[in-house]
């Protein structure tokens, strides 16, 4: 074996590839076809409205997976991943206000409609650019990874962890919350950014560009979760399963805990960041609500209902209790918090590894044996 | 311990004053030279003008009872701690109180710690994987791959450390020995110049700290090496120029045997 596939082979069992390659072809295939070939008549049609449902659920769940490595994986619960993902999903949308054109209420060639509203002459300076995708896309990623960058440096620089790094985190969340509603911050205020036409010249509402941001979002979750792998299978996995562990031994190691820290945390911000990109042209609207701090601390839910610190978990977390909410709030929408909120409570008491920890210890006691988690992670093969 | 001490009254003590230890002066030969520090903590003086000088390739163990400054003085050494006063310098010119930890272990100072801290969830070879030699920015680590004679090292050290039939059991598995043994082959693949051992048979059965003893002597024929220690019977093992602090300063200094019969020493370990 080559070094690149060697490296691959201590990523996932072939079975684990062949899960995912067989995930990948069912969202990105099967489903598609479901929804635009087969006829709406036939029992084997995927209705619309599924099609938007599970885009959706596809970006939560990538959002879940950034939450994963850093809170699995370098024991650092941040409580304020919303606010990447909501970074991530303003810069779509400025790029989606931009594509609007003259086709606003008020006919402006540049200026968004909320701006003329306010009567602003020209375009901020920091919505430049906004216009060209490529431009916007690194946004998507620079500006929360940027973030991170800066406040994970002066928090883990400042040793602040544990449930200190929690209260900052959503502090920031908050704060930027606060910062979004203003309408002197040129974001649309409280109303956000509303009213997308079309993306790289696709109209959005129409079935097809809903199926094409669909298969985009099931490939950025396998690619983001192949990132992740890689991270949590590296050398640099171990130093933060380390950390994690006993994070002033990993310092006498030689090891800056900071560094391993930050980067996995602007990794995680950049991920989330683009999920939210995601998110954004699917649903057809942004506002500050996203930041808002209820919804970072459910994205922790989603992680540890799936089975923190195993990537594939908090995929399934985020899947299943939104699927739970969108079937609650169908008919007991009052029920639903009460129901997060034991729902939460039952897994931190009763499956501290979430439902993945069910399954796979169901599993093992089908087979008969106990598996140590230590030799799956073990890279020496 | 004060049963040691005491077995060793009755004899004649060596040097007739109970005056306190030279000032050390360093020599080119000097590896760790720690000169005049002091350290409180609220008001009390955990180290007091400490000086103290390590040669290259020398085993020195340091005594001395609770609260005499033994582990305050490591964290000095590795940069826990930032010395009120005084200066620690290492290999001639770095001052060590000017870097933080991960620094100075750059620099090739390892340390065990009195309580066994190795990573419980990682297996044994991890935990030295992690340890060997080797880069340890955080991208080399996020890229880099173990080389075959990085394996054949961490095979070495798991025979050195008697622990090759159990490299895949997760640490957190091992006996407390074994646990120790386990942190100073993390030590040793770290291929320190000066390593540190806080207490390394703590807790451990006879016949784990006499292996323990063999395992340390092997070692300090290549590197300089630190032992601070509560157990006599193990500190006469390793037969080492021994240094006894009290109360944050060095009270005796020298062989085993002449440091038991230090009249001061006997005082200071009855508590009389």
């Known amino acids: 074996m080559g070094p690149i596939t060697s ?9 684990g590839w062949a899960a995912l390659a067989a995930a990948l072809l069912v969202f990105a295939v099967v489903l598609p076809v479901l929804n635009l070939a087969v006829p709406p008549g036939s029992p084997f049609h995927l209705p619309d409205f599924a099609v938007s449902l599970i885009g959706k659920y596809l970006c939560f769940a ?68 906004f216009d060209n995708f490529g431009f916007a896309m ?48 040129g974001f649309g205020g409280n109303n956000g950014l509303t009213d997308f036409k079309d993306i790289l010249g696709f109209t959005i509402q129409s079935q097809q560009t809903r199926v094409g941001l669909m298969i985009a979002s099931a490939v950025a979750l396998a690619l983001a979760l192949l990132v992740c792998l890689f991270v949590v299978t590296s050398k640099l996995g171990r130093v933060l399963v380390a950390v994690r562990d006993a994070e002033n031994r990993v310092r006498f190691l030689g090891y800056s805990v900071t560094h391993a820290k930050l980067l996995v945390f602007v990794l995680s911000a950049v991920l989330a960041g683009i999920a939210g990109a995601l998110y954004v042209p699917q649903v057809g609207i942004i506002n500050p609500g996203e930041f808002s701090p209820a919804n970072s601390i459910e994205v922790a839910v989603w992680v540890a209902v799936g089975g923190r610190g195993t990537l594939l978990g908090p995929i399934l977390g985020a899947v299943s209790v939104n699927a739970a909410e969108s079937y609650f709030t169908g008919f007991a929408p009052d029920l639903w918090l009460f129901v997060l909120g034991g729902l939460f409570i039952t897994v931190t008491l009763f499956l501290p590894q979430g439902i993945l920890g069910l399954l796979r210890g169901l599993r093992d006691r089908l087979r008969g044996t106990a598996r140590t988690p230590v030799a799956e992670t073990a890279g020496h093969a | 311990m004060p049963e040691d001490a005491a077995l060793t009254l009755a004899e004649e003590p ?25 350290v409180s903590f609220d008001g009390f003086k955990a180290l007091n003008n400490l000086s103290l000088v390590v040669e290259a390739g020398e085993l020195r163990t340091i005594i001395g009872p609770n609260g005499a400054g033994k582990t305050t003085m490591m964290d000095v050494v590795t940069g826990k701690t930032r010395p009120d006063h005084g200066a620690v310098s290492f290999n001639g010119d770095i001052d060590l109180t000017k870097l933080d930890e991960v620094a100075i272990a750059r620099l090739g100072i390892g340390r ?33 791959r173990l080389k075959a004679e990085q394996r054949r090292r961490i095979e070495e050290i798991l025979e050195v450390i008697g622990l090759a039939d159990r490299r895949h059991e997760a640490a957190g598995l091992l006996s407390h020995g074994q646990k120790q043994w386990l942190e100073i082959g993390m030590l040793l693949i770290q291929d320190p110049q000066l390593l540190l051992l806080d207490e390394p048979v703590a807790g451990m059965t006879d016949k784990e700290t006499e292996r323990t003893a063999e395992l340390i002597l092997d070692i300090a024929r290549q590197h300089t090496v630190i032992v601070v220690e509560h157990d006599m019977a193990f500190v006469r093992d390793l037969g080492a120029k021994t240094t006894v602090l009290h109360e944050g300063s060095v009270l005796a200094e020298g062989t085993v045997e002449a440091v038991q019969n230090h009249p001061r020493v006997i005082e200071v370990y009855l508590g009389r």
Request: with cysteine; aromatic share 16%; hydrophobic share 50%.
């Open chain 1, 138 to 185: 690194l946004m998507v990623m620079l500006v929360p990874g940027l973030l991170a960058l800066i406040f994970g440096w002066l928090a883990f620089r400042s040793r602040i962890s544990g449930v200190y790094f929690s209260i900052i985190t959503q502090a920031m969340t908050f704060a930027l919350m606060l910062a979004f509603f203003r309408n002197e911050m």
């Open chain 2, 112 to 144: 065990k710690f009195q309580r066994p801290t190795v990573f419980e969830k990682l297996s044994v070879w991890e935990n030295l994987d992690l340890a060997i030699k080797d880069r340890r920015g955080v991208f080399h680590v996020l890229f880099s």
């Open chain 1, 62 to 129: 990538m959002l879940a997976l950034a939450l994963d490595l850093i809170w699995g994986f370098a024991g650092a619960l941040s409580l304020g991943h919303g606010a990447f993902f909501a970074l991530g999903g303003y810069c779509m949308g400025m790029y989606l206000m931009r594509q609007i054109g003259e086709r606003g209420v008020y006919g402006h060639p540049t200026l968004p409609d909320f701006m003329v509203f306010l009567d602003w002459d020209e375009l901020p300076w920091y919505w430049y650019g």
């Open chain 1, 7 to 15: 490296r691959l082979a201590t990523m996932m069992t072939p079975k």
């Open chain 2, 14 to 38: 060596q040097g007739s004053g109970a005056a306190p230890a030279p000032a050390p002066s360093p020599t080119h030969e000097t590896l760790l030279y720690i000169d005049g520090v002091s």
